[in-house]
């Protein structure tokens, strides 16, 4: 897969007990409403107001909850989501975003069975049995995930997204030839699937196949705006000795997101590959000016720096990298050998 942890706004505990055969949701050991201070944030206090208006609105529950999860508040999250299933229990989103928040808060067991009720609920709801599958398949659960797989074929044989399922099922079990079968099937059914095209020019080129190429030009060509895919190429480039087009790539990744901390940085090692230090040594300056945490940053300015006998300024770079990452063996070699120097 693909693929988010902050500390919750409040410590209020939230306990799920979803009834799947009977006609409602319930919650155990917590109060009909809890009650909310003041948090800070005036969309949650907002709607903390409305719903003491109004508390039968599920809609209310799902839009607080919605914040707290985007400010990873979880555990608000959940307890909010679970009051609008209660209050509503005909809508399957609610179990989706209910499913997202506890997997989020690394309780993803959890998550499994509430998309698992969810889908005895609602039984031809394709969405609910692709967020299982896909769910299962996070899990390393691979006959589950294949199971509510078969189950979308039932209904809609001919479901890209089914196909492209699939293919992260096979992808993940080392079976190359059924993952490319099945991205082919499922980009031949939906061209929009963007994932599809990357994943498949990636196997391609692993297995050392320059059709790999093709299949990221689609991606870019469909999408053309698409960090995802435009990264992807240029990986691809890079590893085909296409230097300068990688670095072109990375600044149209860079004109589409100029917080994009990771174009920075690899355009200076490109940089680096192509003997241009001064143009790698701004590179990793926006790195880390982009984004202060980003180790590998200020190592590689550092380095930068030492090779152009700036050696003062990366000894400030080796020694911040060490104060974020005190094993890091390297910029403790380069720190020494310019203390050594000295």
């Given at each position: ?100 928040a506890?997997?989020?808060?690394f ?42 797989i ?21 992808e ?11 991205y ?17 020019g ?19 060509r ?6 995802t ?38 355009s ?16 990793f ?58």
């Amino acid at each position: 897969m693909k693929a988010k942890m902050f500390f919750p706004f409040l410590t209020l505990l939230a306990a799920l007990a979803i009834n799947a055969c009977g006609g409602g949701t319930q919650e155990q050991g917590q109060s009909d409403e809890p009650e909310l201070g003041q948090t800070g944030n005036p969309t949650i206090d907002g709607l903390t107001q409305a719903i003491a208006a109004d508390r039968t609105d599920p809609e209310l529950y799902v839009q607080r909850g919605d914040v707290f999860y985007e400010n990873r508040g979880y555990d608000e999250a959940i307890r909010d989501y679970t009051k609008a299933i209660q209050l509503d229990t005909t809508q399957p989103v609610y179990y989706h975003k209910l499913a997202d928040a506890h997997m989020d808060y690394f309780k993803s067991r959890q998550a499994v069975e509430i998309l698992k009720r969810a889908a005895e609920r609602f039984p031809e709801n394709i969405p609910t049995l692709l967020k299982l599958s896909e769910y299962h398949l996070i899990l390393t659960q691979y006959e589950e995930s294949m199971k509510a797989i078969d189950r979308v074929l039932k209904i809609d044989p001919q479901n890209a997204e089914a196909y492209f399922m699939f293919g992260m099922n096979f992808e993940e079990r080392q079976d190359t030839v059924r993952a490319i079968n099945s991205y082919q099937k499922a980009v031949e059914l939906d061209a929009n699937i963007i994932d599809g095209w990357i994943n498949l020019g990636q196997l391609y080129a692993g297995l050392g196949d320059p059709l790999a190429l093709r299949y990221f030009d689609n991606a870019t060509r469909i999408a053309p705006n698409d960090i995802t895919a435009l990264h992807a190429k240029a990986d691809y480039l890079t590893t085909t000795n296409d230097l300068e087009g990688a670095v072109e790539l990375y600044r149209k990744i860079i004109t589409i997101d100029p917080q994009y901390d990771e174009a920075y940085f690899n355009s200076g090692l490109l940089y680096l590959d192509m003997d241009s230090v001064a143009k790698a040594e701004q590179q990793f300056d926006l790195t880390v000016k982009t984004s202060p945490t980003h180790i590998r940053g200020y190592y590689f300015r550092g380095l930068s720096r030492e090779m152009q006998g700036k050696a003062a300024e990366a000894k400030a770079d080796y020694e911040q990298a060490l104060r974020m990452a005190p094993d890091y063996e390297q910029a403790q070699q380069r720190l020494d050998g310019l203390k050594e120097a000295g």
